[in-house]
């Protein structure tokens, strides 16, 4: 049975699709109902509230966190407000969810795309998130439009519809170009799923206009795991193995040379909770040995301490994303190399709370991939503690 059938497990903050009951998840997890801690779950609430009451404080006056040059901020910052685990603002908006929700409407191009000039599927493909999290009939036309620009964007080198580049499948920057990697392909599929409804509404569904058998092949074409993956800089040993790098080519992580003196690219952590993720949107079995091989190398690589390989580096992508991914996949517990199991969420929880500021908000010391900027930061950690919320 395929993984998203056999975990229907999305907690993912969106709350787009029909969350499983806890019934339902033990189920499937063949482990007893987890007794909800009332007093710990209150305690992250709390965190949730201080950190929305920061984004609402923050807001530029023209409607816009951080940087109007990137929308995709915009739309983190209102996700998180949709995702707000009591549902308080998705009726009855503030003023800064309903300007916020004016500014990124204003960013609607021509071609379908959500953005203002570069990084256009980054942008589009987390604004078209925060309008299917705004549940608005008025938004569907928007959201239909972006999925289209969004499909059009999957690379196909060399011989049309043959995948013979490891680039083919997968989804880069924009607008389309002969670059893809792992990060943007998330982010794509990611909004490709959450409004799959309102495009069969239509018949307009990713069957008809992604090719997923592309998809899988860019996908295993990041991953160190050389029984899938046959380029030269694939590595099997234990610190790589089945984990994944950011494109073919590149490693953000580097290089390493092993005993035989193979360059190897090195498997590092944010990138491969986005692996997995990819995996489960694709809809691979759960079975599969793809998808065994980033668990393990997940499981063996667990910190909460820094993101592996890349110390802090993208630290708080690495809490926002391992949540995402261990939810959808539909662990309660992670059994680590060592052979202790650990309640993630708590974990995570903590190590979240223990980092919010006194004003509500979090930041990175580190300034790699924007983590210095709040309003990017404590988007993800209030995402990330929305999705931990729905599980206690």
Not at 4 to 27: D, G, H, N, W, Y
Not at 46 to 53: D, K, P, Q
Not at 179 to 203: F, G, P, R
Not at 225 to 231: A, F
Request: hydrophobic letters at 35%.
């Amino acid at each position: 049975m395929n993984l998203m059938k056999r975990c229907s497990l999305f907690l993912l903050i969106f709350a787009l699709a029909t969350v499983p009951t806890r019934a339902e998840q033990a189920q499937f997890s063949k482990t007893p109902l987890r007794k909800t801690d009332v007093s710990f779950r209150n305690e992250v609430g709390h965190a949730i509230s201080r950190g929305l009451s920061w984004l609402e404080a923050s807001q530029n006056t023209n409607g816009f966190w951080s940087t109007a040059d990137h929308p995709a901020v915009t739309a983190l910052a209102l996700t998180a407000f949709m995702g707000e685990p009591t549902g308080r603002y998705k009726t009855n908006w503030p003023a800064p969810v309903t300007k916020g929700y004016a500014f990124l409407l204003g960013n609607v191009q021509p071609d379908g795309g959500i953005y203002r000039k570069e990084l256009q599927n980054y942008n589009t493909s987390l604004s078209t998130l925060a309008l299917v999290s705004a549940r608005k009939p008025e938004y569907t036309a928007i959201i239909r439009n972006a999925r289209q620009w969004l499909v059009g964007q999957q690379i196909d080198l060399g011989e049309p519809g043959k995948t013979d580049s490891p680039f083919d499948g997968g989804i880069g920057y924009g607008s389309k170009g002969t670059h893809s990697d792992m990060n943007n392909t998330l982010v794509a599929l990611e909004a490709l799923y959450y409004s799959k409804d309102l495009a069969q509404d239509q018949n307009l569904t990713e069957a008809k206009n992604l090719n997923w058998s592309a998809v899988l092949h860019f996908i295993q074409s990041c991953q160190n795991l050389p029984s899938h993956n046959k380029e030269p800089w694939v590595s099997g040993d234990e610190k790589n193995k089945g984990g994944f790098i950011y494109e073919p080519e590149e490693s953000k992580a580097g290089t390493e040379t092993n005993s035989t003196g193979k360059v190897a690219l090195r498997s590092y952590g944010s990138i491969s909770y986005a692996g997995l993720l990819s995996y489960i949107y694709a809809d691979l079995n759960r079975e599969d040995a793809r998808v065994g091989a980033v668990i393990d190398w997940l499981a063996n690589h667990f910190s909460l301490e820094e993101n592996p390989g890349m110390g802090q580096q993208g630290f708080y992508y690495y809490l926002h994303l391992m949540t995402k991914a261990l939810s959808a996949y539909g662990v309660d517990q992670l059994e680590l190399k060592d052979g202790r199991k650990i309640d993630w969420r708590k974990e995570v929880a903590m190590k979240l709370i223990n980092l919010q500021q006194r004003n509500g908000s979090w930041e990175n010391s580190n300034g790699r991939w924007w983590e210095k900027d709040p309003a990017l930061v404590t988007a993800y950690s209030v995402m990330a503690l929305e999705i931990i919320w729905r599980g206690l």
